[in-house]
Structures are given as structure tokens and as C-alpha cells.
């Protein structure tokens, strides 16, 4: 039983961490973005779901209920696999909130899930790579590299701002095939 109540504390601890860390790392505009493209709002839902099972299983076990079973063993496992489930929920609501790719007149920028950057000035830009049947587009350069991929209307602007920033040379024709798939 007190390994439930552990891993209840823990999951509390991991959702206060996710609030305080979307509430302190997300990016504030500041008016000189040309574009900005987050994760679909589906994707916090799904992260949201997932943290609510892994509290409810480890409530329900908590509560004396059968859930994964009445052994000893059972315990261990809705322990750890509410707090997995609990994680894995914070960390899609932190990609949800956090992450996210802008672009501005003179480079582009891409945050993490833990608001870490990396920037790649337009002119740094040495090739943009799309896989076929896919969104996601990867802007190279020397050091650095950035995949992006979210809401298709955000997505759009940051594609054409790339088109117009990026040398044809560079770009090749995956910049406008990427646009033509979007606009289907």
C-alpha cells in the first residue's frame, strides 16, 4: 500500500513540475515572430488522458479495488505503471506547451520540451531535407540541425517565410512540394 501512495506522491510531483515548467519556460511573443508552430492541440489532450489514467489506476488500487490484480505483485506493477503513465502524460503536455519552432526575419529558432534552444541564422542554412510522405521539414547547417512539424495553418507561414529566406540552391524543390502537400 505505501508503494502506491509513493508513486501517488510522485505523479503529484511530476504534474506540479509540468505546470511550473509551462508556466516559466514557454515562449512569450514579442511581436517580431513571422511565424510560430506549435504541436496540435489534440496531442495535450492525449497527454492530459494519459496522466488522468495513471491517477486513476493508482487511486483505484489505493481504494481497494482489483485493478491489475490482488497479489503482492500487483501493487508493484499499477505502482509503477500509473507513475510511467503519469510521465509519459507530462512529458506529452510539456511538447504540447513548450515546444515549439519560430521564425524570424534573420533565423530560425526551435525549443524543446524543456524550453531549451537552438538557432539557425536563414544564411547558416546549408540544406532542407522532407522524406517523402511526410510533414516534417529539417533545416540543416554546419552544427545544427531543426525538424519542424505541427498545425498545418502555422506550419504553412513557416514554410513560405522559408521559401523567401532560403536560396532555391539550398532548398532544392522540397521547400515547394512540402507547400503543395500542405495545401491539399
Not at 8 to 18: H, K, N, P, R
Not at 39 to 53: D, K, M, N, W, Y
Not at 117 to 126: A, D, F, G, N, Q
Amino acid at each position: 500500500m505505501s508503494l502506491i501512495v509513493g508513486a501517488l506522491g510522485l505523479s503529484v510531483i511530476a504534474v506540479i513540475v509540468v505546470v511550473v515548467q509551462m508556466r516559466t519556460k514557454q515562449h512569450k511573443p514579442d511581436g517580431t515572430e513571422l511565424a510560430i508552430v506549435a504541436e496540435i492541440p489534440e496531442t495535450a489532450i492525449f497527454g492530459v488522458a494519459l496522466a488522468l489514467l495513471g491517477f486513476f489506476m493508482l487511486i483505484a488500487k489505493l481504494r481497494g479495488m482489483d485493478v491489475g490484480g490482488t497479489d503482492a505483485t500487483s501493487f508493484t506493477f499499477i505502482a509503477v505503471f500509473g507513475i510511467v503513465l503519469v510521465i509519459a502524460g507530462a512529458e506529452i503536455m510539456l511538447m504540447s506547451f513548450i515546444k515549439r519552432t519560430i521564425a524570424y526575419k534573420d533565423k530560425i529558432v526551435s525549443f524543446n520540451s524543456y524550453g531549451k534552444s537552438r538557432e539557425i541564422p536563414w544564411v547558416k542554412v546549408t540544406g532542407v531535407s522532407v522524406q517523402p510522405l511526410s510533414r516534417t521539414a529539417t533545416f540543416k547547417s554546419a552544427k545544427e540541425s531543426i525538424s519542424v512539424n505541427g498545425k498545418r495553418e502555422e506550419y504553412v507561414k513557416l514554410v513560405q517565410v522559408a521559401s523567401e529566406k532560403i536560396p532555391g540552391v539550398v532548398a532544392s524543390d522540397d521547400l515547394g512540394k512540402l507547400l503543395r502537400r500542405l495545401a491539399k
